[in-house]
């Protein structure tokens, strides 16, 4: 369950680095609601649809299932530490609010719900090529990005730019870590 829940936190830190950024003067408690089931839901079905994308193709793949993982897991990873390292502190929130990415707005907010849960998908077809089921781990991985995100829109303006970049790369480097594991398992297993 800890590998689990770890790979939820780090999933959700790019829904997080959304909702925390959120520079919205009048964010009412039931827009940061949706907007938290929003990102939870994506982050929901995209594991589950990935994996349903793995096991089309899992009987041609079995050889190599555990380089696969670890190659998704280390590639999704890997971009969420290097936009870390790349990524300048976010100055507050300024007063002038033009400009800003408002997640009241449904279609504005259905894009970018699909978008921070793109890495879901290939973190479901990694679970999938392995063998391990989806629907705890995608469950798992909806609840804790709500959850994170809710307290993102909530203190994002106090928090959110102090934190994102080190969440972002403590949530890759734990994908890293969690591919090496399922590698350095089925390595061992010929042992």
């Known amino acids: 369950m800890l590998p689990t829940l770890?790979?939820?936190?780090?999933?959700?830190?790019?829904?997080?680095?959304?909702?925390?950024?959120v520079c919205?003067?009048?964010?009412s408690l039931a827009h940061a609601l949706r907007a938290s089931l929003s990102f939870g839901l994506f982050q929901f079905a995209m594991p589950v649809a990935g994996w349903l994308?793995?096991?089309t193709f899992r009987a041609y793949i079995q050889g190599l299932?555990?380089?696969?993982?670890?190659?998704?897991?280390?590639?999704?990873?890997?971009r969420m530490v290097a936009e870390a390292i790349g990524r300048r502190e976010p100055a507050a929130c300024p007063d002038d609010e033009k400009g800003k990415t408002d997640i009241r707005d449904p279609k504005t907010?259905?894009?970018?719900?699909?978008?921070t849960s793109i890495d879901a998908l290939a973190v479901g077809l990694s679970y999938?090529?392995?063998?391990?089921?989806?629907?705890?781990?995608?469950?798992?991985?909806?609840?804790?990005?709500?959850?994170?995100?809710?307290?993102g829109t909530e203190f994002g303006k106090r928090i959110g730019?102090?934190?994102?970049r080190w969440a972002s790369l403590a949530g890759g480097?734990?994908?890293?870590?969690?591919?090496?594991r399922i590698l350095i398992e089925h390595l061992s297993e010929g042992i």
């Open 128 to 151: 999938s090529v392995v063998g391990t089921p989806i629907l705890e781990p995608a469950a798992v991985i909806g609840i804790v990005t709500f959850v994170v995100c809710l307290v």
């Open 6 to 21: 770890l790979i939820a936190l780090a999933l959700s830190m790019d829904a997080f680095s959304v909702a925390s950024g």
């Open 173 to 180: 480097l734990v994908l890293i870590g969690i591919g090496a």
């Open 24 to 27: 919205v003067s009048k964010l």
């Open 161 to 164: 730019a102090r934190f994102e």
């Open 65 to 78: 299932d555990h380089w696969i993982a670890f190659g998704l897991l280390a590639i999704v990873g890997g």
């Open 109 to 115: 907010l259905l894009v970018l719900s699909v978008a």
């Open 53 to 55: 994308l793995g096991e």
